[in-house]
């Protein structure tokens, strides 16, 4: 009995039982973007070139985007 007990408590009040995929996730907007955030090499070296090729040298419809 003393075993289950202390089994229990472990997993109600032991914040380390839960594995990640099962932890509450933080959905809110402001919250997330004030966490610093670390962004890897290569992502710094072609965000550039990313956005020349991805972004800016596509034609914009702006009456679409407008509409929406």
């Known amino acids: ?6 089994q229990f408590n472990q997993r109600r009040y032991s914040g380390d039982w839960m594995e990640p ?12 973007l004030a966490k610093p955030m670390t962004l890897s090499n290569e992502f710094r ?7 020349e090729e991805e972004v800016f040298s ?6 679409l985007v407008l509409a929406k």
């Open 1 to 6: 009995m003393r075993n289950s007990v202390d």
């Open 21 to 32: 995929d099962f932890r509450p996730a933080d959905y809110n907007l402001m919250s997330v």
């Open 45 to 51: 070296r072609n965000y550039e070139r990313w956005l």
């Open 58 to 63: 596509g034609p914009i419809n702006w009456d």
